[in-house]
């Protein structure tokens, strides 16, 4: 098989003409292959536009999802690749997400799907950099937040859109119910600490750090004028989304903003 691509927890393969395999690496627990694969389904059944999941398999004791074949490069190879446009890449990246967005989901239809506040919720608990009042605190705020009913990617940045003839949304292993401001947290928040990716060259990843905030600002001002969104809202997720992404496998640079973001905001006026 011909390697197209390869992240932190899985590479893509070919499969054939028109088809991919993710295969996760050795050791991934098969309940959450399960679940990107029942999210992939139901996201293109909703008309949002993602590869299908087409079939499960298990090769060499590595499990894997087979998805029709997205053609065309990440948007953020693009943006990096055109710099002249990157605000119009900016606003295709802030219309697709609108587009998610439009689509309600009843949970009651789709019990396995996770709840973002949840999900929140319980990456808090297990933030060990946190100490156990400022989890009382987030905890609390992410308890007073709207449920809403949105689907939200849980992981949206440039590099999950691929961009051809058609745009297509990738990876939908964090896909859950929401809030869409939420969501919308969450990839401001890639946008302003996240890590860039390990397989970009030193020249791009610095130009990458260069136009971040650029690029955010377009993402943001388009999205608000599409949703009726107000920043307010969506700034009321931050907190709960940095406190949950804690939790993750990033870089501990990256953990220490985070947490810096995190005290600072949350330290009372006397401290």
């Given at each position: 098989m011909s390697a197209?691509?390869?992240?932190?927890?899985?590479?893509?393969?070919?499969?054939?003409?028109d088809?991919v395999?993710k295969l996760?690496?050795?050791g991934?627990?098969r309940?959450?292959?399960?679940?990107?694969?029942?999210?992939?389904r139901i996201?293109a059944?909703?008309?949002?536009?993602a590869?299908?999941?087409?079939?499960?398999v298990?090769?060499?004791g590595r499990h894997?999802?087979?998805?029709?074949?997205?053609?065309g490069?990440t948007?953020?190879?693009?943006?990096?690749?055109h710099p002249?446009?990157?605000n119009r890449?900016?606003?295709?990246?802030?219309?697709l997400h609108?587009?998610?967005h439009?689509?309600?989901v009843?949970a009651?239809r789709?019990?396995?799907?996770?709840?973002l506040k949840?999900?929140?919720a319980?990456?808090?608990?297990?933030a060990?950099?946190?100490?156990?009042?400022?989890?009382t605190k987030?905890?609390?705020?992410t308890?007073?937040?709207?449920?809403?009913?949105?689907?939200?990617?849980g992981?949206?940045?440039?590099?999950?859109v691929i961009?051809g003839?058609?745009?297509?949304?990738i990876?939908?292993?964090t896909?859950?119910?929401?809030d869409?401001?939420?969501?919308v947290a969450?990839?401001?928040l890639?946008?302003?600490?996240?890590?860039?990716?390990?397989?970009?060259p030193?020249?791009a990843k610095e130009?990458?750090?260069?136009?971040?905030?650029e690029?955010?600002?377009?993402?943001?001002?388009?999205?608000?004028?599409l949703?009726?969104?107000?920043?307010?809202?969506?700034?009321?997720?931050?907190l709960?989304v940095?406190?949950a992404?804690?939790?993750?496998?990033i870089p501990?640079?990256?953990k220490?903003q985070?947490?810096?973001?995190?005290e600072?905001a949350t330290?009372?006026?006397?401290?």
């Open positions: 197209l691509g390869a992240g932190r927890t899985a590479e893509v393969f070919e499969h054939g003409a088809k395999v996760y690496l050795t991934f627990p309940d959450s292959v399960e679940y990107e694969h029942e999210m992939s996201v059944d909703l008309g949002i536009p590869p299908r999941a087409l079939d499960m298990d090769t060499e894997g999802i087979v998805f029709e074949r997205a053609e490069s948007l953020l190879q693009q943006m990096l690749r002249g446009e990157r890449f900016a606003r295709e990246f802030a219309d609108v587009c998610i439009r689509c309600q009843d009651g789709h019990p396995s799907l996770r709840v949840a999900e929140l319980r990456n808090i608990r297990n060990t950099q946190l100490s156990s009042d400022i989890k987030l905890l609390r705020h308890e007073r937040l709207p449920d809403g009913n949105a689907v939200c990617h992981d949206y940045h440039p590099d999950n961009s003839e058609r745009a297509w949304v990876d939908w292993m896909g859950a119910i929401g869409a401001a939420g969501d969450r990839t401001l890639l946008f302003r600490y996240g890590t860039p990716p390990e397989d970009l030193p020249d130009a990458l750090r260069r136009a971040r905030n690029w955010s600002e377009a993402y943001l001002e388009r999205y608000l004028e949703s009726g969104l107000t920043l307010r809202r969506i700034e009321e997720w931050t709960p940095a406190a992404r804690l939790t993750e496998g501990e640079e990256e220490a985070l947490l810096r973001l995190i600072d330290r009372g006026p006397s401290e």
